[in-house]
């Protein structure tokens, strides 16, 4: 069985400050790692993923996670937010099943 | 290229009536999924085809829910004897193949069901 928790609902940022959304993950298996973005009114697209290799990935719009499997954790990060990055993102883990587990969400809100 | 496209966009419908939700995935997919998203919740696994059959229905939280992809491409999320708490968006997505080697899902835009 597989599990993700994403711990906050909301996160408020400065615009120019460090973003980063927690992600802790749980699996039996290898997992894939996910961040999706959603806009409103907009489907789910892909900021970046993990499968195997190397563990620093970087993804679309300047953000980046690292996987830490000693520490189950996924967590995203970008140095400097930008106002148009205020969305939902989601966390996913995906393993030799085809599904996707997906965390309830964290709303980033960028403020001036 | 065109992307994944649900419809309708909007569904009002009544406790106890038949829907059908419409996704066509991206050309040359193989692997379609379709999800469930409640309010201030992630998305939830229902279903997934490989081609025309469905490789893993677990998700499906009861038999009022069935879905169809007969032709390997459009599928159609059938849900019976609506509920109120079958109102969400139900997201469809495709992948090139299976996700399981950790390929990307592309997600359509999603159909509100709304049950009154």
């Known amino acids: 069985a597989q599990s993700v928790t994403q711990l906050g609902s909301h996160v408020s940022v400065s615009e120019g400050a460090l973003v980063l959304l927690r992600c802790n993950y749980s699996s039996s298996v290898p997992p894939y790692l996910f961040w999706y973005v959603q806009y409103p009114n907009q489907g789910l697209q892909l900021l970046l993923k993990y499968t195997t290799g190397a563990t620093l990935v970087k993804g679309i719009n300047g953000f980046e996670a690292e996987f830490k499997k000693s520490e189950t954790s996924f967590h995203l990060t970008k140095p400097s937010a930008h106002m148009s990055d205020a969305a939902e993102y989601f966390c996913?883990?995906?393993?030799?099943?085809?599904?996707?587990?997906f965390g309830t969400g964290t709303r980033l809100q960028v403020t001036l | 290229g065109a992307g994944v496209s649900q419809t309708p966009s909007n569904k009002v419908t009544e406790k106890g009536k038949y829907v059908e939700l419409r996704c066509d995935p991206i050309s040359g997919h193989t692997a379609l999924y379709w999800y469930r998203q409640s309010l201030g919740q992630g998305p939830e696994f229902l279903i997934y085809f490989q081609g025309t059959g469905a490789a893993d229905d677990s998700g499906l939280p009861n038999d009022r829910f069935f879905a169809v992809r007969p032709e390997g491409s459009v599928s159609t999320l059938k849900i019976q004897r609506t509920e109120r708490g079958d109102s969400a968006v139900y997201l469809c997505a495709s992948s090139p193949q299976t996700s399981g080697n950790g390929n990307e899902q592309f997600f359509g835009p999603g159909t509100r069901l709304t049950v009154l």
């Open positions: 996913a883990v995906g393993g030799t099943a085809s599904k996707l587990t």
